[in-house]
């Protein structure tokens, strides 16, 4: 497999990324393990190929399994109890369905329930994301399901640099990372990441400063307000972009720092609207910042419905640029 280092320059994606972190995770630590179904090379290395060429290099360490959620995560939490750290994926975000027990009852508490003493490192890749026409069973976006879940961390980057040094430091944290990839973001190309560069966790990233206005997300919703900051831009509305990069534990001293400095905030994501991580990036806004907000917070998500498997509707079921731009002229009234 291709493992040189790039230059500066050089653009990659999402796919190459996630697969030169598990690379080097499993190169640098031995009990770094990855399984799944179909990971291994004889299987394809993946469904989309992050794991291609890692079976060939690193052997057992890279097992396929059978298609069987509840057994193979409860296995990989049976692995990190026992000092290893395996990296499982779940082939789609909904599937997560099958193994909440094995997630929710075991991995996010044994270290509670243990008083300290039983880590359990972790890592549940998954996929999501609509556009690809794949329906209501396979493009849901679930954070708020395991945000909801104390133990857990969620973490969900925007671009191939972030989704590299994002997961390398979700590999080596001591408590269980869910770990969300936006499918129809796996190839789009952005900067190549330095080699064992890790981002820490719960550390967001402000993309783009501003005066007027602080535009928040995460995974795919990241790409659509750099695109409506630059469109406002146009029209003299300077807005402040923020790259939540972990949704759980979330970096609420920048988001508030910023909305404290542009009085106003929109929050974009995929998920659906009712009870999703927007309401909760608000409700600490208005709490906090209630004497300073120039505008009530805007929430833009997608709309309350299973996704569509018709393009047509699942167009019509994600957020558009102009519900983002309506949102953010709503605050400048």
Known sequence: MNIKTPSKTDAINSVLALNWALHDAMEMDPSVIAFGEEVADPEGGGIIGVTAG????????VRSTPISEM???????GAAIVGMRPVVEVMLMNFTAVCMDQITNHAAKLRFMSGGQTHVPLVVRMMTGAGFGTGGQHSDFLEAWFCHTPG????APSNPADAYGLLLSSIFDDDPVIFIEHMP???TTGAAPVRGQRIPLGKANVIRSGKDVTLIGYSRSVGDIVSVAGNLAKDGVDAEVIDLRTVHPMDIDTVLSSVAKTGRAVVVHEAVRSFGVGAEISALIHEALWNKLKAPVQRVASKDCPVPFSKVLETAFVYSHDEIELAVRKTLC
């Open 185 to 187: 973001g796996y190839w």
């Open 54 to 61: 890692l079976s060939s290099k690193f052997g057992e360490r």
């Open 152 to 155: 857990l961390k969620v973490v």
């Open 71 to 77: 057994g193979f995560v409860g296995a990989a939490v």
